[in-house]
């Protein structure tokens, strides 16, 4: 549908040139003319703020009475790639992830745009309620983004 819009706007342009031609003491042929090139700009540069919206948020949420859940978003337009999580335990602060994930990293290799990933997580006296995270995640042309914020219990 973009190609579409993107050569109708162009054949428009095109159009209005030959107006401008045949008809040069007029100015609406100058107007349609500068609306149609718009257009057709719009729908590239349109297009390429679209791809560049690379958003992924990580929250911990209340799944039950005790269950608490680590959820991964994917807030952005397109899929993003090996999304890499990593929680900087402080002092004495236990791993809130199950025991046969023992590092503080949970690598996940795709997350389609509005899909989210959930990991179970026990929170106790030695893991605390509060982490420092931060997550690193790709896009399709391979540039790499970085977010790192602290993680707590959202209501």
Do not use: C
Not at 13 to 18: A, I, N, R
């Amino acid at each position: 549908m973009k190609y579409l819009f993107r050569i109708l706007s162009f054949i428009a342009f095109l159009g209005t040139l030959y107006w401008i031609y045949r008809e040069q003491s007029q100015t609406e042929p100058y107007i349609a003319a500068l609306a149609a090139f718009a257009a057709f700009i719009g729908s590239l540069i349109g297009e390429r703020m679209k791809e560049e919206n690379q958003d992924v948020i990580v929250s911990l949420i209340k799944a039950g009475h005790l269950d608490h859940r680590m959820v991964i978003e994917n807030r952005g337009n397109d899929s993003v790639f090996d999304v890499d999580l990593h929680l900087n335990l402080k002092g004495e602060q236990r791993n809130p992830f199950p025991q046969g994930i023992e590092e503080s990293t949970f690598p996940i290799k795709e997350i389609y745009p509005g899909d989210f990933r959930e990991i179970l997580v026990g929170l106790t006296f030695g893991t605390g309620v509060e982490f420092d995270g931060k997550w690193t995640w790709t896009n399709r042309k391979g540039m790499k983004f970085e977010r790192q914020n602290i993680i707590s219990i959202k209501s």
